[in-house]
């Protein structure tokens, strides 16, 4: 495994490897998977990473 694989959050292991959008929302400096049933909701004050 490369330094760089080492480093990643768990949350984004395998991503980019289907199409499609992924979102997380952070949440005490961590990130968590949004459920597809809730893309499309963002709220004021919330942290959100996208990946299309």
Do not use: C
Not at 19 to 48: A, C, V
Request: proline share 10%; glycine share 10%.
């Amino acid at each position: 495994m490369s330094s760089s694989t080492k480093a990643l959050d768990p949350a984004f292991q395998g991503v980019g490897q289907r199409p499609g959008t992924e979102i997380w929302r952070i949440e005490n400096f961590q990130p968590f998977p949004l459920p597809k049933s809730d893309h499309g909701k963002f709220y004021m004050g919330d942290s959100y990473i996208v990946l299309q």
